[in-house]
């Protein structure tokens, strides 16, 4: 098979049940990899498309729609990034994470509000003081700054991500970009 016609499915086919009987693995996972792999097959069953005229039919195979699925999650995903990427400002942005050292976990877990709420005032002050110093930026940023709490694998891991502007506005108004 080319390397141009090699998808997740085909690759979970050869590969998977191996795998699985050597490797725990949680009920997502396998919910998942069962949703890929029964995708678009007789598996979920199928519908008919065809004119009203009559002159063209054709059955279709229904799709798992599985958020991990790169079959269904491809179209969704591009149109929610093309939609935030409409809402940014055009400037160059960059990625920073501010995470809660794990060693602080008990503290989080055993005051999640006040922490939350430390955690997201901190940041924001963090970043609006250090590039409104005339020595980095000298202007507020455009931020934003979601709070994460958890891993992928849904292991604690309180954090925040931060998206900012490559600019800011100054006390007079104008935008200074960085330099």
């Known amino acids: 098979m080319s390397a141009d016609k090699l998808t997740l499915q085909t690759i979970l086919q050869f590969g998977y049940a191996a795998y699985e009987r050597s490797h725990p693995l949680p009920d997502y996972v396998r919910r998942a990899v069962w949703a890929i792999l029964a995708c678009r097959t007789v598996v979920l069953g199928g519908h008919v498309q065809a004119c009203p005229e009559g002159h063209v ?66 940041v924001h002050d963090t970043l609006v003081e250090l590039l409104g110093d005339g020595t980095y930026l000298g202007a507020t940023p455009g931020l934003i700054t979601p709070l994460h709490t958890w891993t992928q694998t849904l292991r604690l891991h309180p954090h925040m991500h931060g998206l900012v502007t490559g600019g800011g506005l100054s006390q007079a108004g104008q935008w200074l970009a960085v330099r």
């Open 57 to 122: 039919e054709r059955i279709w195979d229904n799709s798992c729609r599985h958020r991990m699925c790169p079959q269904c999650a491809w179209v969704p995903v591009e149109r929610w990034l093309a939609t935030q990427k409409g809402r940014l400002l055009a400037c160059e942005h960059s990625h920073v994470i501010f995470p809660i050292p794990h060693a602080r976990n008990d503290v989080w877990l055993a005051n999640v509000a006040v922490m939350s709420r430390l955690l997201c005032a901190r």
